[in-house]
């Protein structure tokens, strides 16, 4: 199986930096997702990592290190609609199957 | 465009209805999935489609009884839930496996589901 985990919630300021981290254990692994959900909506797709190092897009920066297990999710310039969980998904096991296992999420709340 | 739409937004049913939720994509993704999220918890997956052909049930109970007519399509029939069964319910899509960004998920809008 997989084991994903993340911080349940985090606070940060308006304009500031954030860094959401995630863990993993599987087998297999064959690339990390990072979505962004609002309350009572879909999830959305902000990055995805399957080799070593940062991926820039934007405020948002996602990194991958395989060999420690390790991503996170980097916000610059929060604004205020940053506020949403942050949900880290691991793609591996079942013999390297293309279906991710998402994490518990992280509630990430932006305040002025 | 990556666009997934769901029907309806919202569904209140007794335990006794029959229900169906609809789901949708024109992006060409021959992979449809269907999920069950409760509020807080991240998404747990429950049918897997792979070319209209269900290729995962995570031993979801038979009360929910998934459909793909087309490529394009995927049901969800719902048919003597419990309570507990009250969640959103998200579709999402995906190619069918690659490498890369090809395998990313795109998730509907969900349906708020609530059954009294």
């Known amino acids: 199986g997989q084991n994903i985990d993340q911080p349940t919630e985090m606070t940060a300021t308006e304009g500031a930096i954030v860094q959401i981290n995630c863990t993993y254990q599987?087998?297999?692994?064959?690339?990390l997702f990072w979505y962004q959900q609002h309350a009572g909506e879909a999830p959305t797709f902000l990055s995805y990592n399957v080799l070593d190092g940062l991926e820039e897009k934007g405020r948002f920066s996602s990194f991958l290190s395989r060999s420690k297990g390790y991503s996170y999710l980097l916000l610059k310039e929060l604004q205020m609609k940053d506020s949403a969980s942050y949900l880290c998904a691991v793609r591996g096991g079942r013999g390297g199957s293309y279906i991710p296992t998402f994490g518990r999420g992280t509630s990430l709340i932006v305040h002025p | 465009d990556t666009e997934v739409t769901q029907t309806p937004k919202h569904l209140v049913m007794g335990m006794t209805n029959k229900k169906s939720l609809k789901c949708e994509q024109h992006?060409?993704?021959?992979?449809m999935y269907w999920y069950k999220q409760k509020a807080k918890k991240p998404p747990e997956l429950m049918f897997v489609y792979s070319y209209e052909k269900l290729s995962i049930n995570e031993s979801v109970p038979s009360r929910f009884s998934p459909e793909c007519p087309n490529s394009s399509l995927l049901n969800l029939h719902l048919h003597a839930l419990q309570p507990e069964d009250s969640a959103l319910y998200l579709c999402?899509?995906?190619?069918?496996?690659?490498?890369?960004?090809?395998?990313?998920?795109?998730f509907g809008p969900g349906t708020r589901l609530t059954v009294l």
């Open positions: 992006m060409g993704h021959r992979a």
């Open positions: 599987t087998s297999g692994f064959n690339g």
């Open positions: 999402a899509s995906s190619q069918e496996r690659g490498e890369g960004r090809t395998d990313t998920q795109y």
